[in-house]
C-alpha cells in the first residue's frame, strides 16, 4: 500500500524559510541579530575618545614644533634682507630686541652724516614689517665678533663677549654685519625646544640649530655664548 504525501505548494515552503530565519539566524537568537549591549557601547565611546585625545595631543606637538622652526626660518630671512637692504641704501641697518616683551625691529640711521649714530624705526620694506614675533620670542642675541668693516683687536674682542645678551646687530653698507649668536623660542608653551642662530658677519653665514634644553647647556658650556 503506498502512502501518498502531499508536496507542499511554492508560497508555503517560502513561509517556512521566513520562519526559520527569523527564529535563529545565523544561529544566534533573535533578540541579538544586529545589536549592542550598553556596555559595548560604552567600550567603543571610551575607546573613541582615547584615540582622539591621542590625536589632537600628537597634531598639537607637530604644530608647536612647526611654528618654532617657521619662526627661525623667517627670522633667517631678515638677516638676510636686513644685510641687502644696508649695501642697497648704503644705511646702517639694526636689528633691536626688546628684553621684556622678547620681540624684534628693524631701526635704521637715517642721517648718517648729520646724526651719525642715531637709529629710528624702519619701515621702507615690506619685510621689516614681517618679523616673527608672533611666533617666536627672543631670549638671547650675544655678539661674537668683529664684522669685516669693523676690525677689532682681541683685548676689544674679548670684552663684547660680556655685553647684554640682548645686543643689536648692525649691518653696514659694505655688505658685512656684526657677528651674533641668537636664540629664540616658539611662543607655544608646549614646545621647550630653542632655535639657536649663528650669524657670521663676515662672509654672512647663517646656521641654525634647534636644540632641546639639555643640548642648549652643552651648547652654551662649549662655548656658543655666555649662558
Excluded at 644705511?91 to 625691529?105: M, N, S, T
Excluded at 648692525?170 to 649663528?198: H, K, M, N
Aim: proline share 5%.
Amino acid at each position: 500500500m503506498m502512502i501518498s504525501r502531499a508536496i507542499p505548494t511554492k508560497p508555503a515552503r517560502a513561509a517556512a524559510r521566513s520562519n526559520r530565519s527569523q527564529r535563529c539566524p545565523h544561529g544566534r537568537p533573535h533578540g541579538r541579530d544586529g545589536a549592542f549591549t550598553l556596555i559595548e557601547i560604552v567600550l567603543a565611546i571610551g575607546l573613541l575618545l582615547v584615540l582622539c585625545g591621542l590625536v589632537v595631543l600628537n597634531v598639537g606637538g607637530m604644530l608647536a614644533g612647526h611654528k618654532l622652526q617657521e619662526g627661525a626660518g623667517q627670522f633667517e630671512t631678515a638677516l638676510r634682507l636686513a644685510r641687502a637692504e644696508s649695501a642697497n641704501t648704503g644705511r646702517k641697518i639694526r636689528l633691536e630686541f626688546d628684553p621684556a616683551g622678547g620681540a624684534c625691529k628693524i631701526t635704521c640711521e637715517a642721517s648718517p652724516l648729520d646724526s651719525p649714530g642715531v637709529f629710528s624705526d624702519y619701515f621702507g620694506a615690506q619685510w621689516a614689517r614681517d618679523l616673527p614675533n608672533e611666533m617666536v620670542t627672543f631670549t638671547r642675541c650675544q655678539l661674537t665678533g668683529a664684522s669685516a668693516f669693523d676690525v677689532l683687536p682681541a683685548e676689544t674682542l674679548v670684552s663684547r663677549l660680556d655685553q647684554p645678551v640682548m645686543a643689536a646687530i648692525t649691518f653696514y653698507p659694505d655688505g658685512s654685519s656684526d657677528s651674533a649668536v641668537i636664540e629664540l623660542r616658539g611662543r607655544d608653551a608646549g614646545d621647550a625646544r630653542t632655535a639657536v642662530i649663528q650669524l657670521d658677519g663676515v662672509n654672512g653665514l647663517i646656521d641654525t640649530q634647534i636644540l632641546t634644553d639639555s643640548q642648549l647647556q652643552d651648547f652654551h658650556q662649549a662655548g656658543g655664548t655666555d649662558g
